[in-house]
Each structure stands twice: as C-alpha cells, then as structure tokens.
C-alpha cells in the first residue's frame, strides 16, 4: 500500500469526522513534502469542503489540480457539480458538465443523476 493511498484515507477520515482544517493541514503538509498526492487525495478533500458549505476554498482547490499535475476524474467532476446544484448554481454545474466533457472525461450515471436532481 503507498503512502499516498494511506494518506488519501487519512484525509477522508478526518473530514468525515469534522476536521477538515485538519485535512487541510496535512495535505499542505504533503504537497511541501512533494509526496505524489493522486487526485483520490484531493477528491476525498474537495468532497469535505463541498459538504460544509465551503464552495470557494474548494473551487480554488480544484482549479489548483492543473498546477499540480493532475486532471479530474468523473469523481472529482461529480462532486463539484453536485455542490454546485445544491446550492442552486445550475448554469455553473452546467458548465463544469461541458468543460468535463470537453477534457475527454466521460459523465457516468452518478454525474447525469446529480444534473437531473439540481434542475427539478
């Protein structure tokens, strides 16, 4: 098992049980280690930020990926489009579909159903 799996559950753990500033701090900690982080890592994280309300650190979050290397997965996009319909943002959900799409990342069902529930 790698150190960045054990860490991705780390941080999972942690914001699942209400320490996301915690979980911040450790993948701070892990980028300034230079450890691979996986986009696992930083899905498990962004989830955590979406789920407590924290659309902005986690969009800032998630446009970082790039600077590090790495690309969404349909989990990662799931995620955001999901907290964007929750919070009632549908053309932004919308538009994270299309640029989704338009980076060759292919929706699933989990993806579609979440745009379905945001628009009724």
Known sequence: MSNEYTYSIL???LYKN???TKAIEILR???KGKFNLTIE???CLLDG???IGRLELAMKLF???SQEGLEPNVVTYTIMINRHCEDGELEEANGLLTKMEDMGCAPNVLT???LMWGFL
């Open 11 to 13: 941080i999972d753990g």
């Open 18 to 20: 209400g320490y996301i």
């Open 29 to 31: 900690t892990l980028e």
């Open 41 to 43: 890592s930083y899905s």
């Open 49 to 51: 930020l979406c789920k």
């Open 63 to 65: 446009h970082k990926l």
């Open 112 to 114: 579609y159903n979440t």
